[in-house]
């Protein structure tokens, strides 16, 4: 029996490998883009690029350009829920993770005074408040209104108008029995 041993780096990357391909190939590359946009968003307001430095603002950030984006009566809440979770893919993937984990943000400071940010900004606070107000302003704003019933008089008018008008006399007269048994006028 032959023994092959595999390194602990190759039993990683293969684990690696089948974690990132739970999520189907479309779905990473919306989230690659998104995330691209994102880190466009922050270098075009002077601020580092979230690939490279994880700056301790970017929770507010992430925010920021969601409500850019979501500021539009066109864009629905799902793209910011879009860019929520490709930040939160981004930050939540192995090679990315640091002592804060991937389910949670932290900022901290260091023995200089310097801030930076330890784990996943979508899992900040303020953005799960942002998103859940989103969702309520984004249903408040297209609320679908009820049909108004049509009256009697208004029955009465339509019958009359389609009764006597070309091309659909034939039809209403044809059908005419099938509406005097369906309508009973008032005795």
Known sequence: MASHTTSFRELLQGGIATA???????????YASYFKKFCEFCIANEYPDPAAVRHHE???????F????????AVSNQTA??????????????ERRD??????????????GNKYGLGNPAKDA?????????????STEFSQRQATPISLNMLRVLYCHLANAKGFSEVVSRRS???VLWYVPDQ
């Not at 990132?20 to 919306?30: G, M, N, W």
């Not at 970017?58 to 920021?64: C, N, Y």
């Not at 829920?81 to 192995?94: L, M």
Request: overall charge positive; glycine content about 4%; charged content about 25%.
């Open 58 to 64: 970017l929770s507010s950030l992430m925010v920021a």
């Open 81 to 94: 829920e879009k860019i929520r979770a490709a930040v939160a893919n981004y930050y939540g993937s192995y």
């Open 20 to 30: 990132t391909h739970v999520i189907k190939k479309e779905t990473r590359d919306v």
């Open 126 to 138: 303020f953005v799960r408040q942002f998103m859940r107000g989103l969702r309520k302003r984004k």
């Open 177 to 179: 029995c099938v509406c």
């Open 66 to 73: 969601m409500e850019s984006v979501s500021a539009s009566a």
């Open 99 to 112: 002592a804060a984990g991937p389910d949670k943000w932290m900022v901290v400071t260091d023995a200089n």
